[in-house]
């Protein structure tokens, strides 16, 4: 099997029908995880778990498993049973689950075999994957699948560059503001956030469990329609009729970009309209602002209560408290310090204020604002989705700086806003940057409950955009 091309749907159609086996897949997967060490990818590869799993599967020749022997990868805040669940964090680095999260729990059943939990922002906390606690190469962070200089993308960062990087051709990640998109979109790979509650959420170091979700990314939208299929249920989904599929356009999200990102947007859009697709501008005047009002209160409030009960769960005995002080990134340090721990919120003025009736105001207000703001989008323009760049720019250069706030912003600019309206979001990688060569992707924000539908879309897209070229 040609790594470079591979998809899962591809390697469990060619398993099934007996071309190859599970173990020389696996091998091959553990041999270019191993060669690819300077990515940073990988906290923990599981070279004899995932060994043993293929040959049981190539032994047992069971084909009715819609995963059975293809390996995948998953998040390190997602709990696999016997291997370490740090969440990117030292103070969980020695953390051994006994028993599977449910969407780990649900891809073992479907025969999927996992070499390694990849590596993360640190807690989950960030969008450019410098974590300073785990590092397999020279430096420190996650590195990008195109360029090792630059930034793999967060919080889902070693998944989105092992996928990128051809060493698996799917995963899971996690998403709480943009965390499957972002490194999607960075690495050239394909993801999902579901619609919050489409998943069980059990076993997975929290920020938020307002918005937090599990994800599926992965080479084509093909495969994330089929992760997605095995987590969430459902029969197999048909490509959609692009004549038949409305997409609306918000200019505000079309500011902040680089002159790569602005151009492959474009042309995207233009391929679509060219498939026949409806495309229209459309306002939503107020999304910045409710987005702002709900955004950073649930966040940094609701960590403190949900990462607390998480602690108690892992019987480790670490307080909140304890864990903070173990915390490595100078950017997540600051988070907790300043802002989770003393259950405090900046004002814009800098003063801290008290996060308590932010939060209130944010889910009892501004958060049914913001959903209705967006169901009344997609209802008034009759669309199937809204259209933006993923993310405002490609790839920037992997340092300490790269965790800024103000790079965070530039990031999540537009993946943000779906996010905290619980609603479900695709990415699509489209082009590589004319000057930079370096990926773009596409999103697709849908009403809530809305995922096969998007799915539907992204795999007809799929055959617009094609793969991505592989990194040189």
Do not use: W
């Amino acid at each position: 099997m040609d790594f470079h091309q591979l998809t899962l749907s591809q390697a469990a159609a060619d398993l099934r029908a007996g071309k190859g086996a599970s173990t020389s897949l696996t091998t091959e997967a553990l041999t270019r995880a191993k060669a690819h060490a300077d990515l940073n990818a990988f906290v923990t590869l599981d070279e004899a778990g995932a060994l043993k799993a293929a040959a049981a599967f190539d032994a047992s020749g069971d084909t009715s498993k819609p995963l059975g022997g293809v390996p995948i990868v998953i998040k390190d805040n997602i709990e696999v049973a016997g291997l370490p669940c740090s969440a990117g964090t030292p103070a969980l680095k020695d953390y051994i689950p006994k028993s599977d999260a449910p969407v780990v729990a649900r891809l073992h059943a479907a025969g999927a075999v996992i070499i390694g939990k990849t590596s993360m922002h640190e807690l989950a906390f960030g969008v450019s994957g410098y974590n300073t606690a785990f590092k397999t190469g020279v430096e420190y962070g996650v590195r990008n699948a195109y360029d090792r200089s630059l930034i793999a993308g967060g919080s889902s960062s070693g998944t989105g560059a092992a996928i990128g990087a051809r060493i698996v051709a799917g995963g899971l990640g996690t998403d709480t503001g943009g965390s499957v998109r972002v490194p999607g979109a960075l690495n050239g790979c394909a993801s999902l956030r579901p619609t919050i509650g489409r998943y069980p959420q059990q076993g997975i170091a929290p920020i938020s469990h307002t918005r937090d979700t599990a994800g599926p990314m992965a080479a084509t939208m093909a495969d994330v329609a089929l992760l997605d299929r095995v987590v969430a249920g459902g029969d197999d989904i048909t490509p959609a009729d692009l004549k038949q599929v409305r997409i609306g356009i918000v200019k505000t999200m079309l500011t902040n970009l680089d002159a790569d990102t602005e151009a492959a947007f474009h042309a995207a859009i233009a391929a679509m309209k060219a498939q026949g697709v409806t495309i229209i501008e459309i306002a939503m005047p107020q999304l910045a602002e409710l987005n702002g009002q709900v955004s950073f209160p649930v966040a940094l409030y609701e960590a403190y209560d949900d990462l607390a009960a998480y602690l108690q769960h892992t019987g480790t005995g670490l307080s909140i408290e304890a864990l903070a002080k173990d915390i490595s990134s100078a950017d997540v340090k600051g988070i907790y310090d300043g802002f989770v721990i003393p259950r405090k919120l900046p004002a814009p003025d800098g003063t801290l204020l008290d996060a308590k009736p932010l939060y209130d105001a944010a889910i009892k207000t501004g958060r049914p604002a913001l959903q209705a703001l967006y169901s009344g989008t997609f209802a008034g323009n009759r669309l199937d989705a809204i259209a933006f760049p993923t993310t405002t720019r490609v790839a920037i250069a992997s340092n300490p700086d790269s965790s800024s706030l103000e790079n965070f912003g530039l990031l999540i600019q537009n993946t943000d806003p779906g996010s905290n309206a619980g609603i479900p979001g695709i990415q699509i990688p489209v082009a590589l940057g004319a000057t930079s060569k370096l990926p773009v992707g596409l999103e697709l924000d849908g009403p809530a409950g809305s995922d096969r539908r998007l799915l539907a879309i992204g795999i007809a897209l799929d055959s617009v955009f094609g793969r991505l070229p592989p990194p040189r």
